[in-house]
């Protein structure tokens, strides 16, 4: 048998990515300066902290992971940093499984890995896993690193918790990365080794490499990585009691954001730039009651609205203009709610406005009555996209002869989808679209169960140079978007306590800016 090759050195620019420049800012460190500045510090607290509630969670999803793939050692990457520009970092956010299966969030612990390492009996058979993070440790304060790198060290960006740290609070062992090499390839040739491939692909092509140089077949190791990839992604499909608690503070940390910016809309009419101004209000509070926005904020005024995802937000508020306000507060687990309203900025919707709106809320109605065990996860646009394609036939907007149901035939008919052309629903949690890599029996043709959390969000959309829509529509976009859990009688609307319906839009308005 071969030995397995050696991975790259795991030190800190072994995932990140680097970007070259001259050496036009060096810092001068003489040796004196070395020797001054790692003394007279005083000693570092010894307290270790709790185990997180997120651990405790994180810990029985492993478990599952783990009976699913016995005796195999599976490689759940965090990621690494990304430049934004020359030497400036985006924030890092950690891979999607690597947080659901480790507990740890925003901005926690670049270039980590998860392993999951086999355990087998004494007669060989396998016995479960071991739960190890590899990770970059606190750094001594007799290193360099410690007032030189301005990547990890603690001069720059703080301190790293330890080895001893992440065990107290993870529930989990901790090894320093620089172990993980020779860890990741051990008994290459006798293990099966799967791992994430997207959360890291320099990592993923030097591990394929001593996969292959170990016998296991080169055209199967994607394949095989997939299979993990797949499962790690659909066991978010049900969420346990801690994450649905989790989503619930998002949607009250989002409703908060949402009257910040009903309170200020008037400033964003006059200020000008409008669509800016919305989107930093929400933003301010984002970040401040959370980690920030779960994605890119669409705050799209008048026609902007028919842009489905315009997140450019450059465009001025008129008075008369609604807002159509697509955002929503990520925690520091990395929760996320997905929230839309569509506003109008004088605080009254007009006639046209009232008419497109009224549309939408009962094909929302509709949707939101079919989320309930039992029915298919389709049966939610089902529902709202029959109620979008009578009012279009009644409207006349259905070519002459096209009743409701020619349009909803999937092979022949789909002229609503002009004005929706989008789906009414989808999974959501850690990531705003969750679950993302369930196959189709597992997302659109399965069942509703407890647990599911899922958006239902209809829409409208008459584009101002749309000669086929009544010229009163011209211009107008409506979405209204709820986050909703599955339970055992139908379902909860977490973010019914924002106001839906028009008279109790222009009502929320109307209060919010009267405080």
């Known amino acids: ?9 795991c030190d800190h ?20 300066f070395r020797t001054f500045v790692k003394q007279g510090w005083a000693p570092r607290p010894d307290t270790r902290p709790d185990l997180s509630e997120s ?6 999803r492993r478990d599952v992971v783990s009976a699913q793939y016995p005796g195999e050692r599976l490689i759940v990457p965090a990621g690494g940093l990304k430049v934004r520009s020359n030497d400036t970092d985006y924030v890092f956010r950690p891979h999607s499984a690597f947080a ?40 001594d304060r007799e290193s360099d690193e410690f007032f030189d790198d301005a990547r990890y060290g603690e001069f720059w960006v703080g301190a790293r918790p330890t080895l001893e740290d992440i065990e107290a609070e993870l529930g989990l062992s901790a ?25 890291d ?73 409008g669509e800016r101004w919305v989107e930093g209000v929400f933003g301010l509070h984002a970040r401040h009651q959370g980690n920030g926005v779960g994605y890119d904020s669409i705050c799209a005024a008048g026609d902007h609205a028919n842009t489905l995802h315009w997140i450019k937000n450059t465009g001025d508020i008129e008075d008369g203009d609604l807002i159509l306000l697509d955002a929503g507060v990520e925690l520091d687990s990395l929760f996320t709610a997905d929230i839309t309203r569509t506003l109008p900025a004088s605080g009254r919707f007009t006639d046209a406005q009232r008419e497109i709106y009224d ?29 979008i394609a009578e009012h279009l036939h009644a409207w006349g907007l259905l070519p002459d002869g096209v009743s409701v149901e020619d349009t909803l035939d999937k092979e022949h008919g789909q002229y609503h989808r002009r004005w929706m052309v989008h789906g009414t629903s989808h999974h959501l949690g850690i990531d705003v679209h969750d679950c993302a890599l369930a196959t189709r029996d597992e997302y659109m043709d399965a069942e509703l169960e407890p647990g599911m959390v899922l958006t239902v969000e209809p829409g409208l959309y008459f584009k101002a140079d749309d000669l086929l829509a009544p010229e009163r529509f011209r211009g107008i976009g409506v979405r209204i978007e709820d986050d909703v859990v599955v339970t055992e009688e139908g379902h909860e609307n977490l973010s019914e306590h924002l106001p839906r319906s028009a008279d109790e839009v222009e009502a929320w308005i109307a209060e919010v800016q009267s405080r």
């Open 175 to 199: 090894r320093d990365i620089g172990e993980f090499a020779d860890a990741a390839v051990k008994d290459a040739g006798r293990t099966t080794i799967r791992m994430v491939r997207d959360a």
């Open 100 to 139: 659901h299966l480790t507990g740890l969030g925003a901005d926690r612990e670049p270039d980590a890995v998860l392993v999951l390492e086999p355990i087998f009996d004494e007669n060989g058979e396998p016995a479960g896993h071991e739960s190890v993070l590899f990770f970059k440790p606190l750094a």
């Open 201 to 273: 692909r320099a990592l993923t092509a030097q591990l394929d490499q001593a996969r292959v140089e170990n016998g296991q077949a080169d055209d199967g190791l994607a394949d095989q990585d997939d299979d993990l990839a797949h499962t790690l992604s659909h066991l978010r499909m049900i969420k346990d009691e801690w994450e649905i608690q989790q989503m619930r503070d998002a949607v009250d940390a989002t409703k908060v954001g949402f009257e910040a910016v009903i309170a200020d809309l008037p400033r964003a009419v006059e200020e000008g730039r």
């Open 359 to 387: 549309a939408v809320y009962k094909a929302q109605q509709a949707g939101l009555a079919a989320v309930r065990p039992g029915n298919k996860f389709s049966d939610v646009h089902a529902a709202a996209i029959r109620v």
């Open 55 to 60: 651990a405790r969670y994180a810990a029985p």
């Open 13 to 32: 620019g072994r995932v990140s990515e680097e970007q070259k420049k001259a050496d036009n800012r060096a810092r001068v460190t003489t040796d004196e």
């Open 1 to 9: 048998m071969r030995t397995a090759p050696p991975l790259a050195p």
